[in-house]
């Protein structure tokens, strides 16, 4: 029996197998494409993204120089307005000044007639000027030092201090420590510091000060004190003339007296020894004393009475050379009464001066 042919179908298995191969084909071929894409894809993206934050930092960085060209607009702004402000105050002032000129030119035009009058005073004034500056010059000796006393001191002393060469003589006996023997006495026992500031010595002291600021400025000095011996002021100067014009050793000389303290007695025959020493020898003497010496040439008794003071002190004349004045500053001491009629004889038979001044002299 023969069998019977099967019909052809388009749907049979084969035709599907070679569908589906074809399908799965296509969606393989798919998926490689797609896949290459996406490599693609994020290359670019990667690059795209780069190149975004590279923009974004520029934009930041660009945000921040706003906000500081922001501050500065706002500073250059408000620095504008004080520009402006003070351009006005400026601009006030120049016409406040204006006005001021203007016055001030009005009141010029007012006195010019009075200039020439005014030069004439002027030059007259100058002349007298140099007249004045002329006479200090000649007595520029005067103000070598400065001397700043209590009140007017501006006394009529009868002291003149001229010479080329004088010399200081200063009574450091302690007499000088008051005007009563009770209290001579009595500041003897106190300590040196308490004896160097008694009213007396330091009336003393402030003497030869004044006396320093008259010496003329060209002459020479020396400064001695004395008491049963005689000694310069300043070590190392014995028999030396010192020139006045050493301001700074002038100073020195004066202030050494601060450290001077008035002891033992009085021997007049050792400070006019001390002038005749001298070479060349002094042509004025300054002796600041208060009354006639204790001692002589030998040694000293107990106690000296007026007749032996009077003794020595003619001893003691004998001494000193011939030909110079001696001004005599005596602060009289009580027990004394010869002492200013001898020591006023002195000055006269010199050609000196003689002065017992007031208890605030200098």
């Known amino acids: 029996m023969a069998r019977k042919r099967r019909g052809f179908s388009i749907f049979s298995l084969s035709f599907l197998d070679i569908m589906s191969c074809g399908f799965g084909a296509t969606i393989l071929v798919f998926l490689v494409i797609d896949h290459a894409s996406d490599v693609r894809s994020e290359e670019a993206n990667r690059d795209l993204i780069g190149e975004v934050n590279f923009l974004e930092r ?8 706003l906000a500081e060209l922001r501050n500065t607009i706002a500073m250059v702004d408000e620095s504008a307005v004080e520009a402006k402000g003070r351009s006005r105050e400026i601009l006030a002032e120049i016409r406040r000044r204006r006005e001021e000129l203007s016055t001030d030119d009005k009141d010029t035009l007012a006195s010019s007639e009075h200039v020439n009058q005014l030069k004439a005073d002027l030059k007259q004034l100058e002349e007298q000027n ?6 200090g010059e000649k007595q520029q000796g005067t103000d070598v030092r400065r ?3 209590d009140g007017d001191r501006q006394y009529l002393t ?7 060469r004088i010399l200081v003589l200063l009574d450091r006996s302690a007499s000088m420590l008051d005007n009563t023997l009770v209290n001579v006495i009595r500041m003897r026992n106190m300590p040196e ?28 000095y020396q400064i001695y004190v004395f008491n049963t011996g005689a000694a310069p002021v300043l070590p190392d100067t014995a028999g030396k003339w010192l020139p006045v014009a050493n301001r700074e050793q002038l100073d020195k000389a004066i202030a050494a007296l601060d450290a001077v303290t008035p002891a033992a007695g009085t021997s007049l025959l050792g400070a006019f020894q001390a002038a005749a020493a ?22 000293a008794g107990a106690k000296a009475s007026g007749r032996d003071r009077l003794k020595y002190f003619n001893q003691a004349l004998n001494s000193l050379p011939d030909g110079i004045p001696v001004n005599v500053i005596l602060a009289p001491m009580e027990g004394d009464p010869m002492a200013a009629s001898a020591f006023w004889q002195l000055a006269m038979a010199t050609r000196g001066a003689f002065l017992a001044p007031a208890s605030d002299w200098p």
């Open 158 to 164: 009868g002291l003149k201090l001229g010479g080329r």
């Open 130 to 135: 140099e007249r004045l500056r002329a006479e």
């Open 193 to 220: 510091t308490v004896q160097r500031r008694a009213p007396k010595w330091r009336r003393a002291v402030a003497t030869v000060d004044w006396l320093s600021t008259q010496l003329p400025r060209d002459s020479e």
């Open 278 to 299: 001298m070479n060349p020898r002094p042509d004025n003497i300054y002796l600041i004393t208060d009354g006639l010496p204790t001692q002589g040439s030998g040694v």
């Open 147 to 149: 001397f700043t006393g």
């Open 58 to 65: 520029e934009v930041r960085e660009g945000r921040e120089g």
